[in-house]
């Protein structure tokens, strides 16, 4: 079966027209308040994606919300991140009642600021949407007040400093969002102590069953796929508990078995580099003297 096309909304005029809105101010920003949506029903929603960013807090969720094969339940303040052109499936219904806000950001607006770099770099835009971040009643506070500072902006008439003023205001957003994730990070200590445990289980797996000598070492999109989570969520939730991102564990492991084989075994340094996923062992060679600042055989020799 050919699997479905979203449906690309390309512009906030068009979003604010499928929602039920009124016409935005400005046709590349609108913050938009929940409670002003008219319909959830357009057959658009279904599987779509934005032609801009979208920074949501959801909350007093009732009805049915579906996004992928998961419900997602909105009590409480949760944001989700948006980026142009990612995917999101849902599942909509006439009796959805939700509060919170949306900021709906094109490129074009802040493309003249340091933010349209910067943006890029906040990992959340590529999160999941079980990923999402939740917020404390004291974050979510902070949350709202900037956004309905960037709303107040956004109602006055244009001059030239609304744009400064409003890009500046988003960048405070996205920085608070950014400490409240690495927060988030630190208190859910349960969930992200059973991923690190999976994820050793994984590599684990890879090179003692000899995986690693069949496929190759598996890449970050390998192990997040088997975690059910996004690239980006993993590295950056092992890189605050760990000060080490995902790719970083997988090098740790290679290492960790290299020197095991080359301290224990009387295996040719070809043989290992084969055996660890390495088709030539010059490429072997090079990561290893980079890694420990000797070769495999001056490590081999050490314990000699």
Request: charged content about 25%; proline content about 4%.
């Amino acid at each position: 079966m050919k699997p479905e096309t979203p449906y690309l909304i390309n512009s906030i005029s068009e979003h604010h027209r499928i929602l039920g809105l009124e016409k935005p101010k400005h046709p590349l920003i609108s913050v938009v308040n929940y409670g002003d949506i008219k319909s959830y029903t357009d057959e658009r929603l279904k599987l779509k994606s934005y032609n801009f960013y979208t920074v949501s807090i959801k909350k007093g969720f009732v009805g049915k919300m579906k996004y992928g094969q998961q419900y997602y339940d909105f009590d409480e303040g949760v944001m989700v991140f948006l980026s142009p052109k990612q995917v999101i499936a849902a599942e909509l219904s006439e009796t959805i009642k939700l509060s919170g806000w949306s900021l709906l950001i094109h490129p074009d607006f802040i493309q003249p600021y340091a933010l349209s770099k910067k943006i890029k770099e906040y990992g959340f835009f590529s999160y999941a949407v079980n990923e999402a971040l939740h917020l404390s009643p004291e974050e979510e506070e902070m949350v709202e007040t900037t956004m309905k500072n960037i709303r107040l902006e956004y109602d006055k008439p244009i001059d030239h400093y609304s744009q400064d003023i409003i890009v500046s205001q988003i960048e405070l957003l996205l920085n608070y969002c950014n400490r409240f994730y690495n927060r988030q990070f630190i208190t859910r200590k349960k969930v992200n102590n059973d991923l690190l445990v999976q994820l050793e289980d994984i590599l684990s797996d890879y090179f003692d069953k000899g995986k690693v000598k069949e496929l190759g070492l598996p890449t970050v999109q390998d192990i997040s796929a088997q975690l059910h989570i996004s690239p980006t969520y993993l590295s950056d939730m092992l890189r605050s508990v760990t000060g080490r991102n995902a790719q970083q564990h997988i090098t740790d492991k290679l290492m960790e078995r290299a020197k095991e084989l080359l301290s224990t075994t009387s295996l040719s340094i070809s043989e290992i580099a084969y055996q660890l996923g390495y088709g030539y062992p010059q490429s072997f060679n090079k990561l290893f003297k980079n890694k420990t600042n000797l070769s495999p055989l001056e490590f081999r020799a050490s314990f000699n």
